[in-house]
């Protein structure tokens, strides 16, 4: 995929949007998301599961694709995926930063460095089929909502 591609995803979205790309066969990771859509007031956050051509492009871009890839990533502020872009604890960190309020405070876990954070990701995303299942679909709490994730 190359950047006309890119460029077509981009257009779906305003100047500054901040992207989760999250595993959208994952029971805990599609909780998350729905998590994130009660609680993010300014209806900032936008998704797109990592199976997805959103994902998938984006990532391309980024010379991260993988067929397996199984981790979050964060992009603060997409479409300019040619810069900051966050994995792992420090995805899930950014996006509660991204949140505000009292979520905002957990960014301090940031002075931890990543070799003390990941292991516990990593233990999670292991075990996440087994403990949370893979996700059944089912409507979203609000009609709106539909329209913050991409393809």
């Known amino acids: 995929m190359g ?3 890119l460029g ?3 257009e779906i979205v305003s100047a500054r949007t901040p992207l989760l790309l999250y595993d959208g066969e994952c029971g805990l990771c599609n909780a998350v998301v729905r998590f994130l859509l009660r609680h993010d007031r300014r209806g900032n956050l936008r998704f797109a599961a990592l199976q997805g051509t959103t994902a998938r492009t ?3 871009a ?21 810069g900051l872009y966050l994995q792992r604890t420090d995805g ?3 996006v509660l930063r991204e949140l505000g309020g009292a979520w905002r405070l957990l960014g301090v876990l940031t002075v931890l460095p990543r070799f003390v954070r ?6 999670i995303a ?4 087994r403990v949370f299942g893979v996700y059944v679909p089912r409507p979203l709490e ?3 909502w539909a329209a913050r994730f991409l393809l």
């Open 92 to 94: 899930v960190l950014g």
């Open 8 to 10: 077509v995803v981009a």
């Open 58 to 60: 984006v990532l391309e």
């Open 3 to 5: 950047t006309y591609e």
């Open 126 to 129: 292991r075990l996440r089929y």
């Open 118 to 123: 990941d292991p516990f990701y990593y233990i």
């Open 62 to 82: 980024q010379g991260l694709y993988r067929p397996d890839f199984d981790s979050i990533v964060f992009i603060p502020d997409f479409p300019q995926t040619d």
């Open 142 to 144: 609000r009609a709106e």
